[in-house]
């Protein structure tokens, strides 16, 4: 096969890949383009890395074992927490990583464990708001490199938090309160705050959260007749500015505001986003800011990045699964062996994939049906006419 051939297959080859593989064979060339490095993380960490950042985690529960030296240890639910320990990050030198690794988490469905590919990077150190807008931006690039019917959410944690927290609330409400605007839920919102006395015209601005969303421009300038303080001000203005740095990178093409995304308040700060496709009712992928939780492990400096759903993105759909073969090509029982070793040889230097058959396999799938006859290759459409 000549280089030219070479190329085809190649090319052919990655448009044939299903969705989480297409990820990991071009992300890893997209990530590393900005600088990001590849961190491998063993399979185990001790079990007490956990156990103190549980908040952290998607569920409350760890598969455990007990290692040859007495450590308990865990196999690994969480990428990040490790990244964070193992960071030499700082003000003056930042670290960009990526990875490609399998977490084993509880899967609240089930009643089980399940193990989850994941692929992600991070950005740890001195963060300015271009920092953010290049991890965001490689978020929206991660998702439209998969598939183009995509959404990425964005937020700013500011926002609902300091809202909540000018009105003074016992912390068992504050929490509730962010769960109900975490799920859009408008007539729990108004019911609850009535129950625990937030004033009416209060009550007005905290319902209309869940309905912040939508264009970024739009819906940005709905949310500042909401600002009471200067903390919601500047969360407003920083995602102003990173949404225009977006643009300014071609990256801001289906990417919208919605306000009510709100992380947890001990480990996440600043931007935040959430991921989707189309066809899929999940987000599958998730980041944002959690310059908390560095400081959880005494570390001053700051940190973005996110998470990209590997088991989620495999169950789309391509264009490919609707065909077994690219190519069928049929001859006579006649038809030298020569020929037909040519022919097939042949059909897939053009980069196809290519099944020789006497006559056609029942249910065979395949985007072209050729004729072989004396050498020559006739391709023939489904209806039953050929040309050459």
Do not use: W
């Not at 079990?47 to 998607?58: I, P, Q, R, V, W």
């Not at 408008?186 to 625990?196: H, S, T």
């Not at 495999?314 to 020929?339: C, H, Q, W």
């Amino acid at each position: 096969m000549n280089r030219k051939g070479k190329r085809v297959d190649m090319a052919n080859r990655k448009a044939k890949l299903k969705p989480a593989e297409k990820a990991t064979f071009e992300l890893r060339a997209l990530y590393e383009q900005f600088g990001y490095r590849k961190y491998k993380m063993g399979k185990f960490e001790e079990y007490g890395l956990y156990a103190s950042n549980m908040d952290f985690l998607s569920g409350d529960k760890v598969l455990t074992f007990t290692d040859l030296d007495g450590r308990l240890m865990a196999l690994k639910p969480d990428v990040t927490l490790s990244i964070i320990k193992d960071s030499d990050a700082d003000l003056q030198s930042s670290e960009k990583l990526y990875y490609i690794e399998n977490v084993y988490r509880e899967d609240r469905e089930g009643n089980n464990f399940v193990e989850i590919e994941q692929m992600g990077l991070e950005y740890l150190g001195n963060v300015d708001d271009y920092g953010i807008t290049e991890v965001v931006a490689l978020a929206v690039r991660t998702l439209k490199g998969i598939d183009k019917n995509y959404i990425l959410e964005i937020s700013h944690m500011s926002f609902v938090t300091e809202l909540l927290k000018d009105l003074g609330l016992k912390y068992d409400d504050y929490v509730h309160m962010l769960n109900l605007i975490r799920s859009k839920n408008a007539p729990g919102i108004v019911k609850v705050a009535r129950k625990i006395g937030v004033p009416e015209d209060r009550i007005n601005d905290i319902r209309e959260i869940p309905s912040l969303f939508g264009p970024v421009k739009q819906t940005l300038k709905r949310a500042r007749k909401l600002v009471i303080n200067q903390e919601m001000q500047e969360g407003l203005d920083q995602l102003e500015r990173v949404t225009d740095g977006l643009r300014a990178m071609d990256a801001a093409d289906n990417v919208q505001i919605d306000l009510s995304i709100v992380n947890d308040t001990n480990y996440y700060n600043g931007i935040i986003f959430k991921g989707y496709f189309e066809e899929l009712a999940k987000h599958v992928l998730a980041g944002g800011q959690y310059d908390k939780a560095m400081a959880k492990f005494g570390r001053t400096t700051g940190a973005i990045g996110f998470g990209l759903y590997l088991n989620e993105v495999s169950l789309l759909r391509t264009e490919e699964e609707k065909y077994d073969v690219d190519a069928l090509m049929l001859y006579g029982a006649k038809e030298p062996i020569a020929n037909v070793a040519k022919a097939i040889t042949s059909l897939r230097k053009q980069g196809m994939s290519a099944r020789a058959e006497r006559s056609r396999p029942k249910g065979l799938k395949c985007r072209k049906v050729y004729r072989l006859k004396d050498g020559v290759l006739t391709e023939k459409n489904q209806k039953g006419s050929q040309h050459a």
